[in-house]
T-cell receptor, first 111, second 116 residues
Framework: QKEVEQNSGPLSVPEGAIASLNCTYS??????FFWYRQYSGKSPELIMF????GDKEDGRFTAQLNKASQYVSLLIRDSQPSDSATYLC???????????FGTGTSLTVIP | DVKVTQSSRYLVKRTGEKVFLECVQD?????MFWYRQDPGLGLRLIYF???????EKGDIPEGYSVSREKKERFSLILESASTNQTSMYLC???????????????FGPGTRLTVT
């Protein structure tokens, strides 16, 4: 079983809609969770960080973490064509140093 | 801002050549990483380093070696390039062990290597 599982998509949403990206993980000791955005041909860039259960909001982005269910998600409100990218779910394992990346979900926002 | 730079954005090499990929970070980070990224496979860790002259194998170290003689520089070496090493190579750095904001990985722009 992979440490981090994501639906590879592609996920398509119309402009202005809410995009919901989901991720599950296997290690209950995982401590911190990140969402990176990666445009085609570019390197990943951090957009959200969460380590406590519940929701964390930053502009149009909301990260949600449920450690009991080992589930983390990213909601993008009022989706824009510029949000079209691959989103990588990432976590730090229980050692505090090892990073685990999901394979990414490809999102397309249709104008 | 943290800056991670890689020596080349695009590189074309022939099978059997020795290839050097250089990565430099300017934030005095202890940890540095080399990944390759292929469609459908995501990011795969090749090697990482916790400190100068220290290195640890990642998930796919075969065919690669690394060198870290200075804290800011981490080099990936393909001893004898093969076509299956055609990929996007990403370098990253981060401060030493920690889980809080600021301890995430910072990525360089990537090197797209083609081996013919």
């Amino acid at each position: 079983q992979k440490e981090v599982e994501q639906n590879s998509g592609p996920l398509s949403v119309p402009e202005g809609a809410i995009a919901s990206l989901n991720c599950t993980y296997s290690d209950r000791g995982s401590q911190s969770f990140f969402w990176y955005r990666q445009y085609s041909g570019k390197s990943p860039e951090l957009i959200m960080f969460i380590y406590s259960n519940g929701d964390k909001e930053d502009g149009r982005f909301t990260a949600q973490l449920n450690k009991a269910s080992q589930y983390v998600s990213l909601l993008i409100r009022d989706s824009q064509p510029s949000d079209s990218a691959t989103y990588l779910c990432t976590l730090i394992g229980n050692t505090g140093n090892q990073f685990y990346f999901g394979t990414g979900t490809s999102l397309t926002v249709i104008p | 801002d943290v800056k991670v730079t890689q020596s080349s954005r695009y590189l074309v090499k022939r099978t059997g050549e020795k290839v050097f990929l250089e990565c430099v970070q300017d934030m005095d980070h202890e940890n540095m990483f080399w990944y390759r990224q292929d469609p459908g496979l995501g990011l795969r860790l090749i090697y990482f380093s916790y400190d100068v002259k220290m290195k640890e194998k990642g998930d796919i170290p075969e065919g690669y070696s690394v060198s870290r003689e200075k804290k800011e520089r981490f080099s990936l070496i393909l001893e004898s390039a093969s076509t299956n090493q055609t990929s996007m190579y990403l370098c990253a750095s981060r401060p030493s062990r920690g889980i809080w904001p600021g301890y995430e990985q910072y990525f360089g722009p990537g090197t797209r290597l083609t081996v013919t």
